[in-house]
């Protein structure tokens, strides 16, 4: 694992027990020693801290920010307060998603962060230079500067709170700037809590700091049922340059009235032809839908796949995000799951499997 | 711990072990496998009466992570399952070596046994990994 980038808590990992593992050009954490399941329990029991710091961070300043990134954008940002952050995609010419993303607005109209996923960093860099080139404003990759950590759960406000006063009246996806950090309540958990930007070289205190107030490390894997419970989209499961933005719940971020920007057209069309949909998938019999599988009808009838999977560690059950065919399930809602080579009676529920904002 | 390798058993390259008494052999996997696959949550085995053939799958352990196929060491008929790992498949983290044992085979001919890893020769392929 030699050419993998390594965030600066990677000492930290490896000397608390963290199995590492390749992921999108890093190195990071797995899971620590508790395993996958304690850390995910512990993060809906208590507060976990995640170090997310392979995230992008992309900055679009000058007098012309709003109007680039708003471009890019079928959100409508325009309305965006300084503090508050709202949760989108870059849409490109077709209407796929290129990557998912949050902008923080820091300074209305002129200066903006976008967070955005370590596997599209470079890819969405390159769309955003690309496109706004005809405009008034500096579009900059700083994620070298910054490490991200999360922390979440129901004590991690209070936990926050302890350190940064002012955290806990924020409301969901509003932020507040520190000296040094930005502190952010959004997630990727289902839970209450923070992500917070940090300047790589402060990271290792501020992720001791709140250990030392009884946060716990969760690593990756956990990371991923945490979002899956949530039905929070990962992009590469849920989405992807060629998949309808209206068929991967996407649509409450696509604005009714904004026009003009890239992808507007494509989007118009892709609203008509959503014929498919996310769903909820619980197997009614021990299995674990996994990515891929299909998904057939009581009579047989192929009418989707899982987009992600796994064991439900709160319901200890299969269950999968799915995208399926609308009409299908719209009665019945008992269908099955191939695994491997046998049919798995399975049930098609509403999203998320666990909510706890 | 997970690295221990008894020297009473055979092995297999997927990190199977067998235990051969007479021509019964008991099957699980090794401290390794269960180490590297993480918690098992899953776990399908072939039952009493079927056959299994060298080197072919006689079930499948799921981790949250991923499924793996689980190899016979040998070629013969499955006249025992281990039936607690369908109800608790953590047993087979919780003690691979013993309670977690797959399945018992009586096996047709002692001859395969001798393309089977010897501990050595397990300890060699785990410490490359």
Redesign the interface.
């Known amino acids: 694992m030699t050419d993998l980038k390594k965030t600066p808590l990677h000492e930290w990992h490896k000397n608390n027990g963290a199995k590492m593992t390749s992921f999108a050009g890093w190195e990071m954490p797995?899971?620590y020693v508790e395993?996958?399941?304690q850390e995910h329990l512990f993060t809906r029991d208590k507060a976990s801290l995640f170090d997310v710091s392979h995230m992008g961070e992309l900055f679009f300043r000058g007098p012309e920010a709003l109007k680039a990134l708003s471009y890019l954008l079928p959100t409508d940002i325009d309305n965006l307060k300084k503090g508050h952050a709202q949760y989108s995609f870059f849409c490109n010419s077709r209407g796929g998603v290129v990557d998912d993303l949050i902008v923080y607005c820091i300074e209305e109209t002129t200066q903006y962060l976008v967070c955005v996923n370590a596997s599209n960093l470079q890819k969405a860099y390159k769309h955003v230079l690309e496109n706004t080139s005809s405009f008034d404003a500096q579009v900059t990759d700083e994620s070298e500067s910054w490490a991200q950590i999360a922390l979440q759960g129901p004590k991690a406000l209070d936990i926050c709170e302890e350190l940064y006063t002012g955290v806990k009246s924020l409301k969901p996806f509003q932020f507040m700037k520190t000296e040094d950090l930005i502190i952010a309540q959004t997630g990727y958990t289902g839970e209450p809590g923070v992500e917070i930007f940090v300047p790589v070289e402060k990271a290792l205190n501020l992720w001791t700091s709140f250990i030392e107030k009884g946060a716990k490390p969760c690593g990756l894997?956990a990371r991923d049922?945490l979002r899956l419970e949530a039905a929070l989209n990962l992009y590469g499961n849920e989405l992807s340059e060629d998949s309808n933005p209206f068929e991967r719940r996407m649509g409450f971020t696509i604005s009714k009235t904004k026009k003009g920007y890239l992808g507007y057209e494509a989007l118009l069309e892709l609203k008509d032809k959503a014929t498919h949909a996310l769903k909820g998938l619980k197997s009614l019999e021990?299995?674990?839908p996994?990515k891929g599988y299909e998904i057939f009808s009581l009579e047989g009838k192929l009418i989707g796949h899982v987009t992600s999977g796994?064991?439900s560690p709160v319901l200890d059950q299969g269950i999968a995000m799915v995208w399926i065919d609308k009409k299908s399930v719209e009665r019945e809602k008992k269908v099955q799951v191939k695994v491997?080579d046998k049919f798995v009676q399975s049930e098609i529920v509403s999203l998320p499997f666990v909510k706890n904002i | 711990m997970s690295n221990k390798v008894p020297d009473d058993l055979y092995y297999t390259k997927e990190h199977e072990w067998a235990y051969v008494d007479e021509n019964i052999v008991t099957v699980g996997v090794t401290g390794y496998a269960q180490d590297t696959l993480?918690?098992i949550?899953?776990a399908e085995l072939k039952d009493e009466g079927l056959k299994v053939t060298q080197n072919e799958t006689f079930g499948?352990i799921?981790s949250?992570?991923s499924?793996s196929d689980l190899f016979s060491p040998v070629t013969g008929t499955v006249i025992e399952m281990n039936s607690a790992i369908i109800d608790n498949p953590g047993i087979i983290n919780d003690d691979p070596w013993n309670d977690g044992w797959l399945i018992r085979i009586e096996m047709d001919s002692e001859k395969e046994l001798a393309s089977l890893l010897k501990p050595s020769d397990y300890k060699k392929l785990i410490a490359k990994s």
């Open positions: 797995i899971q395993g996958i399941k894997a049922s021990r299995a674990i996994r796994t064991l491997r | 993480g918690e949550v899953y499948v799921e949250v992570k499924v």
